[in-house]
């Protein structure tokens, strides 16, 4: 519409310039009239080639969207052709499913309307079941009660037996501490006492021998004097490195020469070993196992100083206690050293009348001699472990 529109108002205007040339050409002279005539004809078939070109050209695109707009009202046709297809099916199945939900509902109905006719048969038999169920809670919460109370019973019970058992070992272990200090009290008297004996007999020594050396007849007293103290010379530095370094075997190991003299020592020693031994055993049953446990006896004044390196009575040969690990412990009248010598451990017994003797790596109460016990570590661990609680208990008794 719009290149219609143009079109009629460049017709209209190629008028107006016509009748404009028509009304020169009567004022103008016939010969310069006719040349504009020819020239305004020329623009005038030129003007109306081009719009006769344009207008072909409009009629065609008006024709092509044309054609554009059939189609696309044919596509649009079709789609409309489809969804009313699609929505008469559509249709059709709520249709078939309105029947279907319409018979279910009527059967629901009935079926309710059934029902409604017996709710109180239904209520009746729903309060049975529930008169059962809290019948049933109810007994098993008795039950449970009960259970809980033997439970806290029993518990109350044994609480009670186990309080009173901690009393008694509480009485027991009060008591058992008042013995040990009394013990320790008597221990630290005795090793007061021994300490003392062993000042006096060294101060008797000295006095001894400085009258032996003033004594204008000193021959006859030397010979005198190993009757009561028998003189043992000491060996050698050479030997001593020796034995430190495990390559020799201490004189004092030596088996005696007299057998008889041997012999009847031997069996001197058995029996007071067995004596010891029955005694240690019985003071084990009565003493708790925790007095037997190793460092259990604290450390006093009379314990400490210097006993383990000042005591005259050390091993002769070799005599290594101020740079060797070395343990004492008195026993009545008597003391035994525990000393690390290299290889393995060897415990000195000392009697307070000044004999020495070599237990051989074993563990040996006092008054036992040599019984002949070969030397290894294996021994000596054992023997440490069977009579350190022994010795501990004895200390303690």
């Given amino acids: 519409m719009p290149d219609i529109s143009k079109k009629r108002k460049e017709d209209k205007g190629s008028k107006e310039l016509h009748e404009g040339l ?24 030129k003007s109306h080639a081009d719009s006769v070109s344009q207008d072909r050209l409009l009629l065609k695109n008006l024709r092509s969207k044309q054609d ?12 409309e052709r489809e969804k009313k297809q699609i929505l008469l099916k559509e249709e059709v199945r709520v249709r078939d499913s309105y029947q ?32 059962d169920g809290v019948s049933r809670s109810q007994l098993l919460l008795q039950n449970l009660r009960a259970k809980q109370v033997a439970v806290r019973q029993k518990t109350t019970e044994e ?21 040990y200090q009394e013990n320790i009290q008597r221990y630290e008297a005795d090793m007061l006492t021994v300490r ?11 006095k001894l021998q400085i009258l032996t050396n003033a004594s204008p007849d000193a021959k006859p007293m030397q010979n005198e004097v190993p009757e009561e103290i028998p003189m043992k010379q ?21 088996k005696p020469k007299d057998p008889a003299t041997h012999c009847t020592s031997y069996q001197e020693d058995s029996q007071k070993y067995e004596a010891e031994r029955f005694t240690m055993r019985q003071l084990v049953d009565k003493l708790p196992s925790m007095m037997c446990k190793p460092g259990g006896f604290s450390a006093s004044p009379a314990t400490a100083g210097r006993l383990t390196r000042d005591t005259p009575d050390v091993p002769d040969e070799p005599s290594f206690s101020g740079f060797c690990a070395h343990m004492e412990m ?23 009348r000044g004999g020495k003797r070599n237990c051989g790596g074993k563990l040996v109460p006092a008054g036992v001699s040599n019984l002949g016990f070969r030397r290894s570590n294996s021994d000596s661990a054992l023997a440490m472990e069977q009579w350190t609680s022994s010795l501990f208990i004895a200390k303690a008794a």
């Fill in 234 to 254: 000491k060996a050698s530095t050479w030997e001593r490195v020796q034995h430190f370094q495990g390559l020799r075997k201490p004189q004092i190991w030596e």
């Fill in 159 to 179: 609480f009670q037996v186990e309080r009173e058992k901690t009393q008694i070992l509480q009485e027991e272990l009060d008591r058992v501490r008042t013995s």
């Fill in 100 to 131: 279907e939900d319409s018979q279910r509902y009527e059967v629901n109905i009935l079926t309710v309307r059934q029902r409604a006719h017996n709710p109180q048969r239904e209520l009746d038999t729903e309060i049975e079941s529930l008169e």
């Fill in 330 to 352: 008195v026993i009545g009248n008597s003391t035994c050293r525990l000393t690390h010598w290299g290889r393995g451990s060897h415990f000195w017994k000392k009697r307070t």
């Fill in 68 to 79: 554009a707009l059939s189609q696309e009202m044919v596509e649009e046709l079709q789609v």
């Fill in 22 to 45: 028509l009304i020169s050409c009567v004022y103008k002279t016939p010969l310069y009239a006719t040349d504009e005539i020819q020239r305004e004809l020329g623009n005038e078939s």
């Fill in 196 to 206: 003392q004996r062993a000042d006096d007999q060294q101060c008797e020594l000295e």
